[in-house]
Every structure is written in structure tokens, then in C-alpha cells.
């Protein structure tokens, strides 16, 4: 199988304090995976407890902090399988519900 890139991306940026942070993505194409991207500043406290897509959850591939310089944090959540398609809620569960504006991007893995 060779991996691409779903031709639909979606971005979503939370500007207050929901918890657990939600939001749609629908995919071009079904997809065989999907990536989940977080970024947050002005903090590089560890927020982000679990994510789901689809009721789904999705495993943390990484997160890594900046402690020093510019306060921030990013994540990448992912799956491999058992990706339902169509339209799909993305749900971010966090430890609290900070007012650090969140930058999510994600999308879908596919293949031939």
C-alpha cells in the first residue's frame, strides 16, 4: 500500500475554554488513517488527555514542549485502522478547560 495524503484537510482553532473541544471532518475518500495536530502557546503545559474521532480513540504518537523560550506545546495523535468514513466528529478531551487558544489541523490517510 502506498500512503497519501487525503485531498481534504481541516483546520480548527479554539478560542475558549469548551472541554472537550469538537469539531467535524469529512474526507474526500475513505480513509485507512487519520492524523490529529495540536498546537498550543503561551504554555507548555501537557493538556491534552485523549482524542477520538468517531468515537474512536486515537493513540499519541508525540508531544513535545517548549520550556525555555516561547511557552508551547505540540501533539500528533493518529490511527490505523478501524477509520469509519463520511463526516466524523473529532473530539479533544483536556486536563482543564484553559484559555490557551488550540491550533488543530487533521486529516486522512489513504492509500491504493
Known amino acids: 500500500m502506498a500512503v497519501a495524503i487525503d485531498a ?3 483546520e480548527s482553532i479554539r478560542t475558549d475554554t469548551s472541554d472537550p473541544y ?11 488513517g487519520i492524523v490529529v ?3 498550543h502557546s503561551d ?3 501537557d ?3 485523549g482524542v477520538t474521532y ?3 480513540p486515537l ?3 508525540v508531544t513535545a514542549a517548549d520550556t525555555a523560550t516561547e511557552q508551547g506545546r505540540a501533539y500528533i ?10 463526516t466524523q466528529t473529532v473530539s479533544i478531551d483536556l486536563t482543564t478547560g484553559t484559555a490557551d487558544d488550540m491550533q488543530i489541523v487533521v486529516f486522512g490517510l489513504t492509500g491504493n
Open 8 to 10: 481534504t484537510r481541516t
Open 22 to 32: 469538537t469539531f467535524n471532518y469529512t474526507p474526500t475518500s475513505t480513509p485507512r
Open 37 to 39: 495536530c495540536i498546537i
Open 43 to 45: 504554555n507548555s503545559t
Open 47 to 49: 493538556y491534552v488527555v
Open 54 to 56: 468517531g468515537g474512536i
Open 59 to 61: 493513540f499519541r504518537a
Open 77 to 86: 495523535y493518529w490511527r490505523g485502522d478501524s477509520i469509519p468514513p463520511s
